[in-house]
C-alpha cells in the first residue's frame, strides 16, 4: 500500500483532534489558510470566529479557566499574531494554560518579509517573556512532537501559554500520515508524603491555623477539598486573587480578598500556622513578611529561589512544597482525623467579621439613588442569577462592586481579568464560558470603557447565537484613572468617554438593549433580560464619583505617594469622605 501523504494545515488539525480539542478560537488571514482548509473538512472541530485576535486569545484563555484543558487560538502571523499579544500576557500572569498558533512568513521572505519587519523571529522575541514555550515549526515533520511537547507544557507544573509558530510553506509541506499514542494525561507527579506528614503535624498542633487560597486552587478544580481540610483543622479561609474559588455561604471563608478590611488583616496576623494553597510568587511572598507563626507552602511553581532575590528579611516557610494542591490536600485528609462535630469558634469569629464587612460595605452604598449606585448592580444581579451562573468581569470601578457585593455561591463562577489588569476581558470571556456551558447562564459585567475595547465582537455573539447577557456600567468616564488623577495631582484629564446609546448598539445587530436610568427598574429589567433565550446589553447608567469599596488598598495606596504621605490621618479622613459622596 502506497504511503499517504498528508500537509501541514492537516497534520495540525489532527494533533488538535488528538489532544481533544474540540474548539478553536480565531481568524483567518493569509498565513494559517492551509490550516483554515483543514479545519473546514473536519467536523469534530468547531471554530469560533472572533473579530479581533485579541478577543480570540481572550477566548482560548476563558475556556481554559473553565475547563482545566489548554484553550486553542489560531491566528495569522505580523499583526493578527501582536494584536493577542496583552491576552497571552494576561493569560501567564494568571497561569491559563492556552496554545496559541500563529502563521508567519515563508522561509524564502526571510529579507523584508510582507510584514515588514526585517527581524525573522520578533514574533519568537515577542512571546517568549510572555509564554512557557515559544518555538517556531521548520518542518512538517516536526508538527506533531512539537505540538506533543505544547499540550504538555501549557498543562504541567504551573501553567501557562504557549507560543507555536509556523511557516505558510511548512504549512503546504507534505509529512506522512500516521497514527500516534495517546498523550499521557497525569501531568502531576506523585506527592512525597514524608514533607506532607511533616505539614499535618503542624496543622494538628496549631491553635489558631490559617488557609488562604490562591488560583491554583481554581486552576486544580479542588475547592471542595480545601473546605473540608478547613473543616477537619477549624480553620478560617481567606483568598488572594483568586476570585470565586470559595462559595462566599461556607461558614469558615471570609469572603474578601485578604487586603480589603482591617478586620481580615487581623486575623491573619492573630493565626500561629498558616498553609498557602496555590498562591503565585508574589501572593507567598506577602505571606513570608508576616513574623511569628509557623508557615507552609503548597503550589505548583518551582520559583522558590526567587524569594532570595526579592528580600533577605523574609520569614522562611518551615515547608516550601511543590507539588500538586489537590492531591496534597487529599493525602493530608487521610493524615488529619476530622475533629470538629459542632459550630466551632473559628465560624463564629469568621461569621462576626462578615457580618461587619457587609454592614461597612452597605453603609457605603447609597441605596436608591439616581443615578445609580453600582453596588446595587451587583446586588440585584446576585438575586436574579442561579447558583451556577457564570459571571465574567472586566477591570475597573464595575468590577470592583461586583467582586465585592456579587457572592459567588458555586466554585469558579466568576471570571476576572487577573493581575494583568486587561480592559476588554468581559465579552470575550462571556462568549467562550457559553459555548463551553450552554446550559448555564452567562452573563458579563463590565464598564464603558471595558466594553468599547471588546464591543466589536459582540456580533459574534449573534452570530452564533449565543445567549450571553451583557451589562455595561456606564459612567462616561475611565472611573478608577480620573479618581487616581484627582488623589495624586488636583485634576484630571483624557478621562471622559464618549458613549453610545448600547441598547440601540444592541439592537442594531438584532439582538435585545435595555437602558436603566433608576433603581426601581433595575430588578425588573436584569430578569427580563436573563429570561430572554437570545443575547442582550443592559445599559446602566450610574456616576464616575462613586469610590470602589477597597479600603485597606486605596489606603495604602494614596498613601505611598510622597505628596501627601506625611499625613496619614488627613488621607483616611478624606477617603471617608469621598466615600459617602454621591
Not at 247 to 263: A, K
Request: glycine share 6%; aromatic share 6%; hydrophobic share 40%.
Amino acid at each position: 500500500m502506497a504511503t499517504v501523504r498528508i500537509d501541514g494545515g492537516e497534520a495540525i488539525v489532527r494533533s488538535l483532534i488528538r489532544h481533544k480539542v474540540e474548539t478553536v478560537f480565531g481568524l483567518p488571514g493569509a498565513h494559517v489558510l492551509g490550516v483554515y482548509e483543514a479545519l473546514r473538512n473536519e467536523s469534530r472541530i468547531r471554530h469560533v470566529s472572533a473579530m479581533h485576535e485579541i478577543n480570540a486569545a481572550f477566548m482560548a484563555d476563558a475556556q481554559a479557566r473553565l475547563t482545566g484543558l489548554p484553550g486553542v487560538c489560531l491566528l495569522t502571523s505580523g499583526p493578527g499574531a501582536t494584536n493577542a499579544v496583552t491576552a497571552i500576557a494576561q493569560a501567564y500572569t494568571d497561569a491559563s494554560p492556552v496554545v496559541q498558533i500563529t502563521g508567519h512568513c515563508g522561509n524564502n521572505e526571510k529579507i523584508q518579509p510582507s510584514h515588514g519587519v526585517d527581524d525573522w523571529d520578533f514574533l519568537l522575541k515577542i512571546y517568549s517573556p510572555i509564554t512557557k514555550w515559544s518555538v517556531q515549526i521548520r518542518r512538517a515533520e516536526d508538527i506533531a512532537p512539537i505540538l506533543d511537547k505544547a499540550f504538555k507544557l501549557a498543562s504541567s507544573g504551573r501553567p501557562g501559554p504557549v507560543h507555536v509558530e509556523i511557516p505558510r510553506d511548512v504549512l503546504s509541506s507534505s509529512v506522512k500520515s500516521q497514527d500516534f499514542p495517546v498523550v499521557d494525561s497525569d501531568i502531576h507527579q506523585e506527592i512525597d508524603e514524608a514533607p506532607v506528614k511533616g505539614i499535618a503535624q503542624i496543622l494538628r498542633s496549631s491553635d489558631r491555623p490559617l488557609i488562604a487560597v490562591g488560583k491554583g486552587v481554581l486552576r486544580e478544580f479542588c475547592s471542595k477539598d480545601v473546605m473540608e481540610l478547613a473543616q477537619a483543622i477549624d480553620a478560617p479561609i481567606v483568598v488572594q486573587d483568586a476570585v470565586s474559588a470559595i462559595p462566599y455561604d461556607f461558614p469558615l471563608y471570609v469572603g474578601y480578598d485578604m487586603e480589603w478590611h482591617p478586620q481580615i488583616d487581623s486575623l491573619i496576623k492573630g493565626a500561629d500556622a498558616t498553609i498557602t494553597l496555590g498562591l503565585d510568587l508574589r501572593e507567598r511572598f506577602m505571606f513570608s513578611k508576616a513574623k511569628n507563626h509557623k508557615l507552609v507552602h503548597v503550589h505548583s511553581d518551582a520559583f522558590t529561589n526567587k524569594n532570595e532575590e526579592l528580600d533577605t528579611s523574609v520569614s522562611r516557610p518551615l515547608v516550601d512544597l511543590v507539588a500538586s494542591v489537590k492531591k496534597t490536600i487529599e493525602l493530608l485528609l487521610k493524615l488529619i482525623p476530622h475533629k470538629r462535630s459542632v459550630r466551632s469558634n473559628a465560624e463564629k469569629k469568621v461569621s462576626e467579621i462578615k457580618r461587619k464587612i457587609s454592614d461597612d460595605v452597605s453603609s457605603c452604598i447609597k441605596w436608591g439613588c439616581k443615578p445609580l449606585h453600582p453596588g446595587e448592580v451587583g446586588t440585584q444581579l446576585r438575586r436574579v442569577l442561579k447558583d451556577n451562573a457564570i459571571v465574567t468581569l472586566d477591570v475597573g470601578d464595575s468590577s470592583w462592586w461586583i467582586n465585592t457585593c456579587f457572592r459567588a455561591r458555586e466554585p469558579n463562577t466568576v471570571l476576572v481579568p487577573g493581575r494583568y489588569g486587561s480592559m476588554g476581558f468581559a465579552l470575550p470571556a462571556a462568549v467562550a464560558a457559553k459555548l463551553t456551558f450552554p446550559e448555564r447562564d452567562v452573563v458579563a459585567v463590565t464598564g464603558d470603557g471595558g466594553f468599547l475595547m471588546s464591543c466589536m465582537d459582540f456580533p459574534s455573539a449573534v452570530k452564533h447565537k449565543l445567549a450571553i447577557k451583557v451589562i455595561v456600567v456606564s459612567n462616561g468616564h475611565y472611573g478608577t484613572i480620573w479618581r487616581l488623577q484627582n488623589d495624586r495631582y488636583g485634576g484630571t484629564m483624557a478621562t471622559e468617554i464618549q458613549v453610545p446609546d448600547f441598547a440601540q448598539y444592541a439592537e442594531s445587530f438584532g439582538a435585545r438593549g435595555f437602558s436603566v436610568y433608576d433603581h426601581a427598574e433595575l430588578g425588573k429589567v436584569l430578569e427580563e433580560a436573563i429570561s430572554l433565550r437570545g443575547p442582550a446589553i443592559v445599559g446602566v447608567h450610574t456616576n464616575h464619583r462613586f469610590p470602589p469599596y477597597r479600603p485597606g488598598r486605596l489606603a495604602r495606596s494614596i498613601l505611598r505617594h510622597r505628596s501627601i504621605r506625611a499625613s496619614a490621618k488627613w488621607t483616611l479622613e478624606r477617603y471617608r469622605r469621598v466615600q459617602t459622596r454621591n
